[in-house]
């Protein structure tokens, strides 16, 4: 067997305009030193397919299916529904680049996350990353075709730094941005364990009437973003973050996060992503096993500190 390709893309936090960058809200995104890596080889045989084996944090397969190119059929597989999207990305690129399936004989595709895949940081998106540089299409093209969303986890998979995005009609268009503020020392990542189902926040959003509300909103938080990336104080970063966390639940009519689950926190609550579930962000001026008591007393075990999360 001879490798071919071998990739790595970073997973994603979303730290503002959550649901709002799908209407081309300025976002800040972080990228983390979490994320998916793929190794691609070839191998012969006489009928043209694709091997998938997707491994979790401790190497054990969450996922493997074989794939017929000759058919575009799914031959076995451990998940009916991921073998389906999955030959749906395997048509997408030979639609785009058939000399890539049609010249190999097998092809051995080995995906291998370093994080929980239930931690929502981008299982989806990174494989699309990969995929896309492996074959050579426009990992854009190829995220619409099967997942949609506002493409700023695909922005953060190749992203080495926090970044500035925004998704456009035509093209999304990012900058990396410089946030190592003085204060990362007192933020942390809370994990809630309430994975979100992206396509249904996405859905949920959109079912609401909000074109009079969403002009006034998109200003409000490209202020707060200026505001956050040169907050100089973690007072300054909270209050803009609270802000922020204002607008959002005023727009979208959902609770607060610091409401449902730390009200009696002295530091900022702010949800990341889909609202209410997975990741939250905490800030914190005591000790980080003082927070790491806090967060298990509420049933919350996973707590990782900013400079081991962001890249």
């Given amino acids: 067997m001879q490798t071919t390709y071998t990739g790595r893309a970073h997973g994603k936090l979303l730290l503002t305009a959550e649901y709002l ?8 995104a972080l990228p983390t030193k979490y994320g998916q890596s793929m190794e691609v080889s070839s191998f012969p045989s006489d009928h043209k397919k ?62 291998k996350i370093d994080f929980d895949r239930q931690w929502g940081l981008g299982t989806s998106s990174t494989l699309i990353h990969n995929l896309a540089t492996w074959s050579g299409v ?23 730094s926090p970044i500035l995005y925004r998704r456009n009609s035509s093209a999304p268009r990012f900058v990396s941005v410089p946030f190592q503020p003085d204060f990362a020392e007192q933020i942390y990542f809370v ?28 200003a409000e938080v490209k202020e707060l973003n200026e505001n956050i990336l040169s907050a100089k104080s973690l007072s300054d970063f909270e209050e803009s973050l609270e802000e922020h966390e204002e607008i959002i639940t005023n727009l979208i009519g959902m609770p607060k996060v610091k409401d449902l689950y ?15 579930g997975d990741f939250v962000l905490l800030t914190h001026q005591g000790s980080f096993e003082s927070l790491k008591t806090y967060c298990q007393l509420k049933g919350f075990d996973i707590v990782i500190p900013y400079q081991e999360m962001i890249l």
């Fill in 138 to 160: 426009d990992a854009y093209a190829l995220l619409e075709h099967s997942f949609g969303g506002s493409g700023y986890d695909l922005a953060c998979a190749a992203a080495d």
């Fill in 50 to 111: 694709v091997i998938c084996t997707s491994l979790d944090k401790n190497n054990e397969p969450w996922f493997e299916g074989e794939f017929d190119m000759e058919g575009m059929r799914v031959m076995s597989s451990t998940d009916d529904g991921i073998a389906d999207r999955f030959l749906s990305l395997l048509q997408f690129i030979h639609a785009k680049n058939p000399a890539l399936l049609e010249e190999a004989g097998g092809i051995q595709i080995e995906n």
């Fill in 21 to 28: 960058v799908l209407d081309n809200s300025p976002a800040i």
């Fill in 191 to 218: 994990y809630l364990g309430k994975k979100q189902n992206s396509r249904e926040g996405i859905q949920n959003y959109r079912a609401l009437s909000l074109d009079d509300k969403l002009p006034h909103a998109i």
């Fill in 262 to 276: 730390f009200s009696d926190h002295a530091g900022v609550a702010k949800s990341l992503g889909a609202w209410g």
